[in-house]
């Protein structure tokens, strides 16, 4: 059974950097679409980034080019979300999610369909 777990979340202010990490277990493949995603009060939920971890291959929403970097750890099925300049606006919850189906062009395009999430971390950027 899939199992996905975020940490890092946290409280900064605006142009300061966080860290999220994300560990994912009971997958019998290793190769999958992972990706953070966030959600804000009254917004709906949005990809923020991906990577595809047999290449390494990443996409990035239009809102966070330049300042997040999302990679994979060393051990299989981790990845992270290094976030620099914060903005109040990157407010919101984030979660770690894995779609084991999603072919890699689908996942380098920025495609997402039905997958596993994690349950969340909070992050807080203050103005």
């Known amino acids: 059974r899939a199992r996905l777990v975020e940490s890092g979340g946290g409280s900064v202010q605006a142009g300061g950097s966080l860290t999220l990490s994300c560990a994912a277990s009971g997958y019998t493949d290793s190769n999958n679409c992972m990706a953070w995603f966030r959600q804000a009060p009254g917004k709906e939920r949005e990809q923020v980034a991906n990577?595809?971890?047999?290449?390494?291959?990443?996409w990035y929403n239009d809102s966070v080019k330049g300042r997040f970097t999302i990679s994979q750890g060393n051990a299989k099925m981790t990845m992270y979300l290094q976030m620099n300049s914060l903005k109040p606006e990157d407010s919101g919850t984030y979660y770690c999610a894995v779609d084991p189906r999603l072919s890699p062009y689908d996942c380098y395009r920025g495609s997402w369909g039905e997958g596993d999430w994690g349950q969340g971390v909070q992050v807080i950027v203050s103005s």
């Open positions: 990577i595809y971890t047999a290449v390494g291959s990443t």
